[in-house]
């Protein structure tokens, strides 16, 4: 047995040695394959550092750009405050002018038609004046052709008549005013 334990010992030892071996290569290839994933791990942190240098530029970009938005906003907002108080203030004013015109309209009104209807009266009372004398006298037929008594009347008629469209034209325009 001292031959088979000798050549059990031999068998052993080189069984440990070409363990040893494999260990040994095994530790290599861990070795570089540790290497290589140190450089992987190294190359990824590099790109990531230049990510990070290529994207805070970007960050601080988007913040400028959050404020600026914000920034207009709310002077948008204001414009809208403005535009509705001046809005208001316009309704305002033509509320305000449509009570003057209608003030207006009822205090000159009466006094312009009496002094319409005062005016027909006088050119009445001229023609039934006139009509009076020609009818006692024939000399006076000339004075009555001269005067032509309609042309009175209608003259006076345009003259309200005018009146009565400018009103109504400045009641038009101050209601268009009030719907907008």
């Known amino acids: 047995m001292t031959e088979l334990t000798q050549y059990l010992n031999i068998t052993s030892v080189i069984i440990q040695i070409i363990l040893f071996i494999t260990f040994i290569i095994l530790v290599i290839a861990l070795i570089k394959v540790l290497k290589k994933l140190i450089l992987k791990v190294d190359d990824l942190q590099m790109d990531v550092n230049k990510y990070r240098d290529k994207v805070e530029p970007l960050i601080d970009d988007t913040h400028e750009v ?97 009146i009565n469209k400018e009103l109504n034209d400045v009641r038009k325009k101050l209601e268009e005013m009030k719907k907008e």
Do not use: C
């Open 66 to 162: 959050i404020k600026r938005v914000n920034n207009i906003s709310d002077k948008i907002e204001n414009g809208v405050d403005s535009v509705n108080e001046a809005i208001g203030n316009v309704k305002e004013v033509v509320n305000n002018v449509v009570e003057f015109e209608q003030r207006i309209q009822r205090k000159i009104e009466p006094p312009v038609f009496d002094t319409i209807n005062t005016y027909i009266a006088i050119i009445k009372g001229i023609k039934t004046f006139i009509e009076k004398i020609k009818s006692g006298r024939e000399s006076v037929s000339e004075i009555n052709e001269g005067l032509d008594s309609d042309f009175y009347d209608d003259e006076i008629r345009e003259e309200y008549n005018d």
